[in-house]
């Protein structure tokens, strides 16, 4: 079963903009990642917050959580076309369990 | 170099033969997982090992199977391949704690003819 809910499902916008994604959570947390995924290809980690922080950078991701809205939602600034893809928030909880959420498609523009 | 091989990156099988499915992985990881991704979907977790502890989801169906031998290899074994069981599937590392992400292999697309 699914732990996360991402909204919205689809996203489009012209590069250069930025792209808002979120997710929410259903359970307590050890860290929430984030992932993208191309079409038809494996998934690749961008960046993972753990429980106890609220707010991660890394080049030109941004990532927030807020564990008691269990929410959670990862900034692309600056978009590139490459940037084309699906994007999912996955949840990592007891035992190691790692759930996906329903993930984002999102659609850079030139 | 890859860190976590899955073997076959494509498997067509008939309907109601036993398949199985291979990943490997040289990350020396405890934590094993498979998913299971249909078209336009969200990876759905089947299960996962936690060292040799064995977690299945409530909601796998009784059809998927997996072993691990070692630390190294993880099989899916899917006993009785339906039409609605074509999917990617596929395999993830990790070791436990909450700094680390998993790290996915290619995945194998399945095909039930």
């Known amino acids: 079963s699914q732990q996360g809910e991402e909204d919205p499902q689809a996203l489009s916008i012209q590069e250069g903009e930025n792209a808002t994604m979120n997710c929410s959570y259903k359970?307590?947390?050890?860290?929430l990642q984030w992932y993208r995924q191309n079409s038809g290809r494996g998934l690749v980690h961008l960046i993972l917050?753990?429980?106890?922080?609220r707010e991660k950078h890394s080049g030109r991701l941004r990532v927030t959580l807020d564990t008691s809205k269990k929410s959670s939602s990862l900034l692309i600034t600056a978009s590139r076309a490459a940037d084309t893809a699906s994007y999912f928030c996955?949840?990592?909880?007891?035992?190691?369990?790692?759930?996906f959420g329903t993930g984002t498609r999102l659609q850079v523009t030139l | 170099d890859a860190m976590v091989i899955q073997n076959p990156r494509y498997q067509v099988t008939q309907f109601g033969k036993p398949v199985t499915l291979s990943c490997s992985q040289t990350?020396?990881?405890?934590?094993m997982y498979w998913y299971q991704q249909k078209s336009s979907q969200a990876p759905k977790l089947l299960f996962h090992?936690?060292?040799?502890?064995?977690?299945n989801e409530a909601d796998t169906p009784d059809n998927f199977q997996s072993r691990r031998p070692n630390t190294s290899f993880c099989f899916l074994d899917i006993r009785s391949p339906g039409l609605g069981d074509a999917a990617m599937y596929l395999c993830?590392?990790?070791?436990?704690?909450?700094?680390?992400?998993?790290?996915f292999g290619q995945g194998t697309r399945l095909t039930v003819v």
């Open positions: 990350l020396n990881h405890n934590v």
């Open positions: 993830a590392t990790s070791v436990t704690g909450d700094w680390t992400e998993a790290f």
């Open positions: 090992y936690y060292d040799k502890d064995f977690n």
């Open positions: 996955a949840t990592h909880g007891t035992a190691s369990k790692l759930t």
């Open positions: 359970t307590s947390i050890n860290n």
């Open positions: 917050i753990r429980s106890n922080e």
